[in-house]
């Protein structure tokens, strides 16, 4: 071995590429959140407010203490659980599914349903602005021999022409119901409609809409009067207004059977954690009686978008519960979203690569309990504390 070979360091790029990050004001750090602190959380995805609730967390301790802290393995080797059926048997109802299957997170959901869906002879036509891990999932499923054409966001008239154009055996339209960003909605009916015309199926992920949209907060299917549709499957988390962790895929019982055998994040990674099924079926059963959370937390979303574009901040029209507050810069975001936490209320901070258009923002959640005072006080933090460039005049 040469002394130039013995001198070099094979990771020496990453202080490069960190200073390049740190130039561009995409520097990250993790910042633990303490337990007992003051501050209003509009940054988390507990949109419901059921992470903290008792029958939750108590629902969640007790499969601990039955199950163990952990699965012990992959669900076809030791596990899945009686919970783990129960809570598949829930989702099913709730949603008017055939079926469904829990996955570990709603990261893998994603990836496998993708991936055990496409291959070759497979054309997926994707929204340009999907979650990251729709689009891992199709990278993926490019490498398997796939075909991978993005349409125009939000476009339900583009992805019918992609469909048109495409000439695979298989075609699937692989969108988000609501966008993580700006939370604007995707035309679910229109992008069902093309997928019909031209024999494809519709793969959705529904990660913001379960407990957010339609009347009794089952989802973006609900709300479009796709319920148990046979050539829809959808994924949604259980991590956002179930406020425990996971993920599951629903749809036809054939599809549902094909990803328990084939997906792979299913196959070879450990089941989901007793405590997080036993939260999330919790959670699911008092979104089912309680109903009106979810009509609750689309109205505070609203209430908030009113007030920040009523104090002159750019700010998209929510379709669910994320509101999006344009900022100047990535380095403009960081210092805003910092001093709303200085000020009391930890708000979210998006900036490239989480941002497809490049431009940072503020991101703000809307929870079902909220009260009107905290809306009112996340109003006075967030205008209080805006960048230079963008106070009135």
């Not at 403009?332 to 910092?338: G, L, P």
């Not at 809306?375 to 460039?389: D, N, Q, S, W």
Request: aromatic content about 4%.
């Amino acid at each position: 071995m040469t002394a130039d070979v013995q001198a070099a360091d094979p990771f020496g790029w990453l202080e490069r590429a960190a200073a390049e990050r740190a130039r561009a004001g995409l520097t990250r750090r993790l910042r633990p959140r303490g337990r007992h602190e003051d501050v209003l959380d509009l940054a988390g995805n507990d949109y419901l407010g059921l992470t903290r609730h008792p029958v939750v967390t108590r629902a969640a301790a007790d499969a601990a203490v039955r199950w163990g802290a952990g699965a012990t393995g992959s669900r076809l080797v030791t596990g899945s659980t009686a919970l783990h059926g129960e809570l598949e048997a829930e989702l099913t109802d709730f949603h008017g599914a055939e079926a469904a299957l829990v996955f570990s997170s709603g990261f893998a959901a994603n990836l496998g349903m993708v991936t055990a869906l496409s291959g070759a002879g497979t054309h997926l036509v994707c929204d340009r602005y999907n979650h990251a891990s729709l689009i891992d999932a199709t990278r993926l499923a490019k490498a398997s021999g796939a075909r991978v054409s993005l349409f125009g966001h939000a476009d339900a008239a583009a992805a019918r022409a992609a469909l048109a154009a495409a000439a695979e055996p298989r075609r699937l339209v692989v969108s988000d119901t609501v966008f993580s960003v700006d939370g604007d909605l995707a035309d679910v009916a229109g992008l069902a409609r093309a997928c019909r015309e031209h024999g494809a199926a519709l793969v959705l992920d529904d990660a913001h809409g379960l407990g957010v949209l339609g009347d009794s907060g089952a989802g973006a299917l609900s709300a479009a009067g796709l319920s148990g549709a046979g050539d829809v499957v959808v994924s949604v988390t259980l991590s956002k207004s179930l406020g425990a962790q996971g993920g599951a895929v629903l749809g036809p019982r054939g599809v549902i059977r094909h990803l328990a055998e084939t997906a792979r994040t299913f196959v070879f990674d450990t089941g989901l954690a007793p405590a997080s099924a036993g939260g999330a079926l919790a959670a699911l059963r008092l979104l089912r009686a309680e109903p009106e959370r979810a009509a609750r937390v689309r109205s505070t979303a609203r209430r908030l978008a009113a007030g920040l574009t009523a104090a002159g901040l750019r700010t998209g029209a929510p379709g669910a519960a994320v509101v999006s507050v344009r900022a100047p810069s990535p380095d403009a975001a960081v210092q805003w979203a910092r001093r709303c936490l200085d000020a009391g209320v930890r708000v979210g901070c998006f900036r490239p690569p989480s941002v497809p258009d490049g431009h940072s923002r503020l991101r703000l959640t809307a929870r079902a309990d909220l009260t009107e005072d905290e809306i009112g006080r996340a109003l006075e933090v967030v205008t209080a504390t805006r960048p230079e460039g963008l106070r009135r005049s």
